[in-house]
Nanobody, 123 residues
């Protein structure tokens, strides 16, 4: 049974940084494409970034490109999301998701989801 667990969320001031981690267990991590999504109260879930299972290639949403960096460590079954220059608009619950198919910017493209970790950017 595949399980995803996120960690690293918290309260940070505007301009600050946080590093989120997502650990996958119950299956072979290298078989999975991993995506990060976020959802703010009253808003739809928004895709943030993904990292390929094939070649480690990455892609970012327009709102985070240049500020966020996704990386995977297959030896540790972990995907990290380094978030720099955080803004109040980045406040949301952040979720990692996994699927054995190709990377997707849509929630429907992922079979497994973590429980989420809250990120709050406020002064």
């Amino acid at each position: 049974q595949v399980q995803l667990v996120e960690s690293g969320g918290g309260l940070v001031s505007p301009g600050g940084s946080l590093r989120l981690s997502c650990v996958l267990s119950g299956s072979t991590f290298a078989d999975y494409a991993i995506g990060w999504f976020r959802q703010a109260p009253g808003k739809e879930r928004e895709w943030v970034s993904w990292v390929s299972r094939v070649d480690g290639s990455t892609y970012y949403g327009d709102s985070v490109r240049g500020r966020f960096t996704i990386s995977r460590d297959n030896a540790k079954n972990t995907v990290d999301l380094q978030m720099n220059n955080l803004r109040p608009a980045d406040t949301a619950a952040y979720y990692c998701a996994a699927d054995t198919r190709k990377c997707s910017i849509y929630s429907e493209g992922y079979e497994y989801w973590g429980q989420g970790t809250q990120v709050t950017v406020s002064s």
